[in-house]
């Protein structure tokens, strides 16, 4: 891939070291001012972006997309350094499980079950933190009282030891604030931020999603997870929003769902080049095998039922070792076709239920409504399924 070498006399400032274009002159020989939508918003340098020879004025790499041509462009930075305060680094390079949220047959949080499912992937080496409140934490059909408590449980039963995800869903950006804050206070490290669900229906204006996530990290101070959504809903961002969200202050990680692989295999690549430090993290519970090669790790529903078969699968990746990876992806398939091959991938979360019933971490698959129980004999087909993957009962780490 070629690259265009932009120099910007921006000063890196201690704690700050993003800056936001907002008016530059190009020195290209034809003077032409570039507004704001012209220059590269949002640029976030990182390490290996910094030329040696000078600290204060940095070299960028650019992307032959964010430019018009291959020329070389010399940018002069007319604005003072961000005023925001790089995100904590926090390490999801590995596997990131989404575990459910258990409830009593009364339909109430079972807390004793929060501690058992977050004592048991918190022990295990490679699982690097949890998100909770996710599409399998039925996290929207939770009050966001019982959201706080469970956030807080979580936090207790991995006994801070990795850190704690909160799925933040709620529709506008202001009440995402919120909750993000609320997120925070209760013990969560960072948010995997959704989109606004009515844009799954309607799309979205250009540049929603990037306010989105400036206004949720300003606002809460909470490092962010950008959740790339299948093309085939509205609610996808396109390759350039990726980047500029990507590069935005507070955004660490993404979790990328986009089930289209052409446009995987292209776009992964791209925006990896782009920002070196980002955590690339599949999401693809269904297609692990082809999404395992080019990433830092798995942020999966799939990683609370079968931790150590996907720990085993992403370090294939990591070694670009396709037999083994194949390996434990066929060993898989009889769950993947249980848990993953359904009508919807919102069964998931019943059938996730059942299979730790099969695990022995849960007792039943009690699910709220917005979800159903599976059919009659799922169950016994998923169990089925666990005892061919060969995935035994889990060990609990006893309570302290
Ligand atoms: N793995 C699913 C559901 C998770 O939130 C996805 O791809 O989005």
Not at 150 to 168: C, N, T
Not at 178 to 206: D, M, N, S, T, V
Not at 251 to 274: F, L, Q, S, Y
Not at 361 to 376: D, K, M, N
Request: hydrophobic share 40%; net charge positive; charged share 20%.
């Amino acid at each position: 891939m070629r690259s265009t070498t932009v120099t910007v006399s921006a000063r890196e400032k201690s704690r700050y070291q993003w800056a936001q274009w907002q008016s530059c002159t190009a020195h290209d020989g034809f003077s032409r001012a570039y507004n704001a939508k012209q220059c590269p918003i949002n640029f976030k340098p990182s390490q290996s972006h910094l030329s040696t020879s000078s600290s204060t004025f940095p070299t960028l790499l650019l992307l032959p997309s964010l430019v018009q041509n291959s020329r070389t462009l010399i940018f002069k930075h007319h604005t003072t350094m961000g005023s925001m305060a790089q995100a904590p680094k926090i390490d999801l390079a590995g596997l990131v499980p989404a575990p459910v949220t258990p409830f009593n047959k009364d339909g109430s949080v079972d807390y004793a079950a929060i501690q058992r499912i977050g004592s048991w992937l918190g022990s295990i080496d490679g699982v690097k933190g949890l998100v909770v409140l996710g599409h399998a934490g039925e996290g929207t059909f939770l009050t966001q009282e019982e959201q706080v408590e469970v956030i807080k449980a979580f936090v207790k039963s991995v006994d801070d030891r990795i850190p704690i995800i909160a799925g933040i869903t709620t529709e506008g950006t202001e009440v995402a604030a919120l909750e993000a804050q609320r997120a925070k206070a209760a013990g969560a490290k960072a948010g995997l931020l959704y989109p606004c669900h009515g844009w799954l229906r309607f799309g979205y204006q250009p540049g929603a999603p990037q306010d989105r996530y400036k206004v949720v990290y300003e606002k809460s101070g909470l490092p962010l997870i950008l959740f790339q959504y299948p093309d085939a809903t509205k609610a996808t961002y396109n390759l350039q929003t990726l980047l500029e969200i990507a590069a935005q202050p507070g955004v660490i990680a993404m979790k990328n769902g986009v089930r289209n692989m052409t446009r995987w295999d292209t776009e992964i690549p791209v925006i990896k080049a782009a920002n070196p430090d980002l955590t690339i993290l599949t999401c693809h519970d269904e297609h692990l095998l082809h999404t395992c090669f080019d990433v830092d790790g798995f942020l999966v529903g799939y990683g609370c039922i079968a931790p150590e078969p996907l720990l085993e699968m992403i370090e294939a990746g990591k070694a670009r070792d396709y037999k083994k990876a194949r390996a434990v992806h066929d060993r898989l398939l009889p769950v993947t076709k249980n848990v993953y091959h359904r009508g919807s991938h919102m069964e998931g979360t019943v059938a996730l239920k059942h299979g730790l019933v099969a695990r022995g971490i849960l007792e039943h698959a009690t699910v709220r409504s917005g979800l159903l129980p599976l059919q009659e004999g799922a169950d016994q087909e998923i169990h089925a399924a666990f005892k061919k993957a060969a995935l035994p009962q889990a060990v609990v780490p006893s309570a302290k």
